[in-house]
């Protein structure tokens, strides 16, 4: 299989095409082996044709927005990646909605919403993901989700087509849909309320001040290790049976936050989907099915 077409597409595209480069830089968590191929567009316009190639060479990939909710498996990977982050695409307000191409930070899209005194987004400023990653993830904090807000998506599908996405047409669950199955998330439209920008500023610094103190900030994490099982707390279960600061190799579960999986820096896949297995399981033995929130790629 000759990359070529492809390498001079994305080089008259001032993009990037790399062949067996390693994740791990571009995860929060810091793990993860080499792709088989690593295409950052720099420009959305340049995507159909990437997409298009991509789809008639059978070539399989799945798309990085931030990298901050993976576990990538170390060692060569079956998968290339398209890598959707920091183009050329931009968040905009007109009156109550916000839209917000892909590639843009989920924590633009809030401040460019309180700037416009618009009220709903609070919860959510320092969530650290890309716009796109946090619509296919339903991200969320404090009882509020995006897919609260979003009314609109819009995807490439396989072949580069546009396709109008609305919630309606889409599986929403908690930290889950499914828009990945969609294809590439290419635009988001939100809408918010009118509010008070001083209520809005106070609102989401009491917010992030909660954060910082119940979480492990600046850490190599990816969040949340596992989904809050109905009527019960992930971190909790997981502090009952002895994993809050417990290690294996490079990897612990935070001793701030027993649902946050920390790479102390050495940390392996092995070491992290290890600890991870090794806590599910006992959960398990306790009757708490424990699911994956962050995202294992292996
Ligand atoms: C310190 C820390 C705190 C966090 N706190 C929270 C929290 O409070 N609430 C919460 O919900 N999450 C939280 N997370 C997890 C994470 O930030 C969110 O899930 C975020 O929305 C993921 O966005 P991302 O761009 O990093 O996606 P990635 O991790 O890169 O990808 C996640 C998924 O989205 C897909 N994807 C990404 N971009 C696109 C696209 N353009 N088109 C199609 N598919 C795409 C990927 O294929 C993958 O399936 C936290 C993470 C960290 C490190």
């Not at 991509?54 to 398209?82: A, E, M, Q, Y």
């Amino acid at each position: 299989m000759s990359f070529d077409q492809l390498k001079n597409l994305l080089a008259s595209a001032d993009g990037i095409f790399r062949e067996k480069e390693p994740l791990a830089p571009y995860t929060s968590l810091k793990i993860g082996g080499r792709a088989l191929f690593y295409i950052k567009p720099s420009r959305w316009d340049s995507l159909p044709a990437i997409l298009s190639f991509l789809d008639l060479n059978s070539l399989p990939f799945k798309v990085l927005g931030r990298g901050t909710n993976l576990l990538v498996s170390d060692g060569d990977l079956g998968f290339g990646v398209i890598h959707i982050l920091r183009m050329d695409g931009k968040v905009s307000v007109e009156d109550c909605t916000v839209e917000a191409d892909a590639d843009v930070l989920l924590g633009e899209c809030c401040r460019e919403s309180f700037q416009n005194s618009l009220t709903g987004l609070e919860t959510l400023e320092m969530v650290p993901g890309s716009i796109g990653g946090a619509a296919v993830m339903n991200a969320g904090a404090y009882g509020r989700s995006i897919f609260n807000f979003i009314r609109e998506v819009t995807v490439l599908d396989h072949e580069g087509k546009e396709r109008r996405l609305f919630p309606g047409d889409l599986a929403i669950g908690y930290r889950h849909t499914d828009l990945g199955d969609f294809g590439v998330v290419r635009k988001v439209r939100m809408w918010l309320k009118k509010g008070v920008r001083h209520d809005i500023d106070i609102k989401a610094k009491e917010f992030v001040r909660k954060r910082k103190e119940s979480q492990p900030w600046n850490a190599r994490t990816a969040g949340s290790v596992f989904k809050n099982p109905e009527g019960a707390f992930a971190g909790k279960i997981l502090e009952d049976l002895g994993f809050k600061g417990k290690a294996r190799g490079g990897a612990s579960f935070s001793g701030t936050h027993a649902n946050f999986l920390i790479n102390s820096g050495t940390a392996s896949f092995e070491d992290a989907y290890g600890l991870t297995e090794e806590a599910r399981s006992k959960a398990r033995d306790k009757g708490f099915n424990l699911e994956y929130e962050m995202e294992v790629w292996k």
